[in-house]
């Protein structure tokens, strides 16, 4: 077995024997921990009791975190035109069409959220193998096929977080950095609990939310209550 380092035994240690905390209690300790030499994202994940299988089950949906994520979101705007122009000015970091769409297919993927008007969707549909499966491809549901080009832009620089239950039906997202402090983490953290008990499908059959992790990108996890997690 490899030998375990310094900082890997001691944030062990100080995780031993500690679950089912309340918001506040997980994010002091994984923050506390979270002592790698770079600003750690800090990751919440929730297990729910849905089965992606049926449409009715699914879970999807977007959620402006109150202090931003502390990621620089890159972003695409597939767009003509004027709205080409207000997707550059709101700050899009790459804008285009059939030009866009040819860089994509040739395999350069160089953004964290894709964002078109309803007009490019012919266009943007001939991606779905490809922006699909990395849960890139624009969607009137969460706000990434819209004519107000200039508010979806600016949502995503801002810290908007979108979230989709995954085959085995957990969500996860980041929900801000390590050098945040800890009330706006808490923030944060309910904020996310909170869209995601809204987005609760129709056809989810008894219990929803099964259990929620937080972590850091370098150190283990740990376990929050439910019951303290969905209370406002």
């Keep these: 077995m490899a030998k375990l380092g310094k900082r890997t035994r001691g944030a062990r240690e100080a995780f031993a024997g500690k679950s089912n905390l309340t918001v506040e209690e997980a994010v002091a300790l994984v923050k ?8 750690e994202t800090i990751e919440i994940a929730m297990n729910l009791g849905v089965d992606t299988r049926h449409a009715d089950q699914m879970v999807r ?11 620089t979101v890159r972003v695409a705007v597939f767009a003509r035109d004027a709205k080409a122009d207000e997707a550059t000015a709101a700050g899009a970091d790459i804008v285009g069409a059939e030009d ?3 860089t994509i297919l040739g395999g350069k993927i160089e953004f964290d959220r894709c964002i078109a008007t309803p007009d490019m969707m012919p ?15 624009p969607n009137p549901k969460v706000g ?23 085959k085995g039906g957990v969500v ?8 945040f402090d800890e009330a706006k983490l808490v923030e944060n953290v309910r904020a996310f609990v909170d869209a995601v008990a809204k987005a609760k499908p129709t056809g ?9 992790t937080l972590s850091s990108t370098m150190g283990p996890g740990v376990t929050i209550s439910v019951d303290n997690a969905n209370a406002q």
């Design 32 to 39: 506390t921990n979270a002592t790698a030499k770079f600003d």
């Design 61 to 71: 949906g977007v959620v402006g975190l109150p202090n931003g994520t502390g990621k």
């Design 100 to 102: 866009l769409m040819e």
């Design 123 to 137: 266009v943007v549909g001939r991606l779905g193998k490809i922006l699909g499966p990395r849960n890139l491809m």
């Design 144 to 166: 990434t096929v819209t004519m107000d080009v200039k508010a979806a832009v600016e949502a995503a620089k801002g810290g908007e977080v979108q979230f989709k239950a995954e």
């Design 172 to 179: 996860h997202a980041g929900v801000g950095k390590a050098s």
């Design 204 to 212: 989810a059959k008894g219990a929803y939310m099964k259990g929620i």
